[in-house]
């Protein structure tokens, strides 16, 4: 089947069209097209993510990234008369986006419906005004093509979007997924598809947001994660200094990052004091790599615990910072003295995209989960 995706959890308005087949048994997947329209250059000078402007930006973009997305996947079907008395239910659906409803008024009616079988959404995590934009966009496209619309759980699509490397990775259960990106840390045991049990998550920031806030306290722009890791890779050992690990040793799989972050900030502040209130170039490289270093170590032995403890087939680790190198590198070492497969999402794949919704809403029809035609946003979504 061929499944449009939208994501506009966060900074990214992102859709996909991903053609699915293979059922629960053996699925594989085709990513046909994958638009990314990212906001991060809008929402630095505020060093994260500002709610209202993201929202602005989602209804600007979606329809531009939606032709594109249709375009490139060449799934144009048939041009078929528009119902006119779907109107009305669109100036609803679309009451709170004006500016996208005129576009969609405008567009929509004279484009073919596109050879898809369905629509799939991030419903939650993220953030609401945000969110909100993406589902009635796709409620609004679900009613006018006709399609069925499936609500994902965000989180959910970044541990399945390993799914979508080239090398078509097949996923044995028991599997263990690392879950590292900017609203979330979490380490879940997956007995089978969609039987997920949280094991442990951080008790303050998520490893994302640490990032972000180490890269503030350096100077460097959001999103902070791959400036923190550039700056690292030019570390020479000709200066040191020694950032906590914290929580290593807590004897349980829960994180914390906000001592980190702290942590940073007075080793900053007392190299600056010591050079005349001032950062030295050399220093900021010390601090980067040591404070991607100690979130590192962190993440990667309390995984390896998790692995020597639950012995899964399969490890995952999917979000935003799985796209750091210093990371996969010591996933990569560690996993090796074990007996599972390691399942690193593509680079592409890591950060917010919509072909990971895509492939969540395709395994959740395949596990025959319910999806209600209405639902709300849900900010704070759970993984259970
Ligand atoms: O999954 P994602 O795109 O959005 C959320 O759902 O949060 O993750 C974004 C987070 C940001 O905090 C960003 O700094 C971090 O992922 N990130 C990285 C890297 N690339 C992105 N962190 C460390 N190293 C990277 N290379
Ligand atoms: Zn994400």
Known sequence: MIILGIETSCDETAISVVQASGGLKKPAFQVLAQVVSSQAKLHAPFG????????????KNLLPLLKEAIKQSKVTGKSKKFNESYKNKLKKILEREPELLEQFLQFIPLL???????????????LEPALWVGINFARALALVWEKPLVPVNHMIGHIYSVL???TKPTLTFPALALLVSGG?????????????????????????EAFDKAARVLGLPYPGGPEISKLAKEWQGLTFCRLPRPMLHSGDFNFSFS????????SAQKLAEANGGKLRAEDKVTLAYEFEQAAVEVLVKKLAKAVAKFE?????????????????????LMITSSASKLLISDLQLSTDNATMIAIASYLQIQKKVKSPQKFNAAGNLILS
């Open 48 to 59: 994260g993510v500002v709610p209202m402007l993201a929202k602005r930006e989602h209804g």
């Open 112 to 126: 073919p419906v596109p050879k898809i079988d369905c629509v799939a959404v991030t419903r939650g995590p993220g």
């Open 164 to 166: 979508a490397s080239p």
């Open 184 to 208: 979330h840390t979490e380490l879940v045991l997956i007995k089978n598809w969609f039987e997920h049990k949280v094991i442990g998550r951080t008790l303050d920031d998520a490893v994302g």
């Open 259 to 266: 001592g980190l972050k702290t942590a940073i900030l007075y």
């Open 312 to 332: 899964p087939r399969t490890v995952i680790i999917a979000g935003g910072v799985a796209a750091n190198q210093e990371l996969r590198r010591q996933a990569e």
